[in-house]
């Protein structure tokens, strides 16, 4: 007898198991929505709650209470009656929502009314030479080792970069007893200049200034060497039982060079939204000069030009998660209004309570965004330097790509390969945009980003047949 393959009819669709899609997933389902999460994980939380459904409370106190603040979400999302589909990779969702997913090499389809895409955001791209060397990772790669499963660096690393996270993940890093060698931090006069401009602002959401504070003041008091306005960042490689691995951070300060030697070099410069979702839609998306990025085009709710499908939380342009859960909770309040489980002026009514609370927690973005912007040198690299990892292309080989008649990362596929391997363009796309941007003259927004196909997560033939 052949299998049935029949799509499950459902309501309401929630990709990601984050605060956006946790608070999305709770709203619609307490709306009485036949909602259902699904997530890549094996529990909620996503990346910035991480495990916290299994952290104990030594971890949670070592993380923080804005890690710990995740556990208040889980549990309502837990209690809200939606239901949880974990250890599943959505590969496709269509402009009809229909979304596919692979489970225990299993394929899987729901057909839903309403999609709400709460995929969060991937770490930017920081192509420096000695970046694909073994013992240099990103500091969020770091964080969720941490997070899930309590595991540290083996020998003091250094973290190098600009953004909060650098900041936060040393903080984590000093309660947990692991000593620093180094934090090297790019940001310079000229950027804390940039963003005295939003300080009004900024200085209205003065809790979030203040934890920033107390995490420099944290990493001075244990005596962490901090360097700062660091430039021409340069990962030394040596041979360690016979294979090439980091073994030392080059860089200047004010044109004083610096070398610190490290077997693990943490790198960051801020995240991204993941929007492999939405490309793949063929949403509109546009450039925001603010965050360096595409950002997909959104009404006040959430919802795409693609009726039906919503984006909430970073996914739509980096907002943090408290914004994030807010913003998930807005979305699964406008699905509920959509499909009449909810009447407008009640939904109305809630959504002022959390618009006024989002507007809050937003005020501190646009100094953030312009004090950690990252520099051009740091996006758009040297020649010699790989900005296409699963494929081993050079930003040198981009630019003669450019002469040769390329205009955009699309045709760079073509000339080269660049963006087709494994990761399907998350390592390269914006630094291959920039460098394109750069070298032609023109704005990323007339370059363009990659064209993104499903699936949008691997699977073999075999489980696409459903053997």
């Excluded at 002022?352 to 989002?358: D, P, Q, S």
């Excluded at 950690?372 to 494929?391: A, F, G, L, M, S």
């Excluded at 000339?415 to 070298?439: H, K, N, S, W």
Aim: glycine share 10%.
């Amino acid at each position: 007898m052949a299998a049935d393959f029949s799509p499950e009819a459902v309501d309401v669709v929630v990709i990601g198991a984050g605060p956006a899609g946790m608070s999305a997933a709770t709203r619609s389902a307490r709306a009485g929505l036949k909602t259902v999460l699904i997530d890549e994980q094996d529990a909620t939380g996503g990346q910035i709650y991480r495990a916290i459904g299994r952290a104990s409370a030594r971890r949670k106190e070592m993380l923080g209470p804005d890690y710990a603040a995740g556990a208040a979400i889980a549990n309502a999302f837990a209690s809200s009656g939606a239901r949880h589909l974990a250890n599943a990779s959505v590969w496709q969702v269509t402009r009809e929502r229909c979304i596919n997913y692979l489970e225990d090499g299993k394929v899987g389809s729901f057909d839903a009314q309403r999609v709400i895409l709460a995929s969060g955001a991937l770490e930017r791209p920081f192509p420096i030479p000695g970046w694909t060397l073994p013992g240099v990772l990103t500091a969020g790669a770091a964080q969720i080792l941490l997070k899930s499963a309590g595991e540290v660096p083996a020998a003091p690393p250094v973290l190098a970069g600009c953004g909060p996270l650098l900041y936060l993940l040393g903080w984590q890093y000093v309660r947990a007893g692991v000593p620093i060698r180094a934090l090297v931090d790019t940001t310079r006069h000229e950027d804390r200049w940039r963003a005295k401009r939003h300080m009004l602002s900024a200085l209205r959401a003065w809790p979030f200034i203040s934890k920033g504070l107390q995490l420099i003041g944290t990493l001075r008091d244990a005596g962490v060497p901090m360097f700062e306005a660091a430039d021409d960042l340069c990962i030394e490689s040596h041979k360690a039982d016979g294979l090439e691995r980091a073994g030392a951070l080059h860089f200047t300060t004010k044109g004083t060079a610096h070398c610190i030697e490290a077997d693990v070099i943490l790198l960051h410069q801020g995240v991204v939204p993941n929007t492999q979702f939405t490309q793949a839609l063929r949403a509109s998306h546009r450039w925001d000069e603010a965050q360096l990025c595409f950002t997909p085009e959104v009404d006040a709710w959430g919802e795409l030009d693609v009726p039906g499908i919503f984006v909430a939380g970073d996914g739509a342009g980096i907002v943090g998660a408290q914004a994030a859960a807010l913003q998930g909770t807005l979305a699964g309040l406008a699905v509920a209004g959509q499909l009449g489980a909810l009447d407008t002026p009640k939904r109305d009514a809630e959504a002022a309570v959390h618009r006024r609370e989002l507007a809050s927690v937003m005020r501190i973005r646009p100094f953030l965004d312009s004090l950690y912007r990252p520099r051009d040198v740091n996006r758009i690299p040297h020649d010699d330097t790989t900005v296409c990892r699963c494929e081993e292309v050079t930003a040198g080989q981009v630019r003669k790509f450019v002469e040769q008649g390329c205009i955009g990362p699309n045709q760079a596929k073509a000339f080269g390969r660049c963006g087709m391997g494994p990761c399907q363009g998350r390592m390269c796309g914006l630094t291959v945009t920039e460098v394109i941007a750069d070298a032609r003259n023109v704005s990323p927004a007339e370059v363009g980003y990659y064209r993104i196909r499903p699936p949008i997560t691997p699977l073999s033939l075999g489980e696409l047949a459903g053997e």
